[in-house]
């Protein structure tokens, strides 16, 4: 299989490059510790515990709502 060249950034959503934005790492440190699950084998069961966990997906939410609200009142 070709891997197809795409511009992976472009394809994050806006709300997650704004969270490695406002943290202490960058986003190089994102993609590699995505580079490093998927390595590693552990990158679907990590999105799966993620994405059923309702604790992360709460925490995922507020500073989705939190960015969100910061940008209303840049705006």
Known sequence: ???????????????????????????????????KLIAIGDAEET???IDN???????IKQNEYRLIQAKKRTA
């Open 1 to 35: 299989m070709v891997p197809e060249k795409t511009n992976i950034s472009a394809r994050v959503e806006m709300t997650l490059k704004k969270i490695v934005e406002d943290s202490t790492f960058t986003h190089k440190d994102a993609y590699e510790l995505g580079a």
């Open 47 to 49: 999105m799966t515990l």
């Open 53 to 59: 966990d309702p604790v992360l997906q709460k925490i």
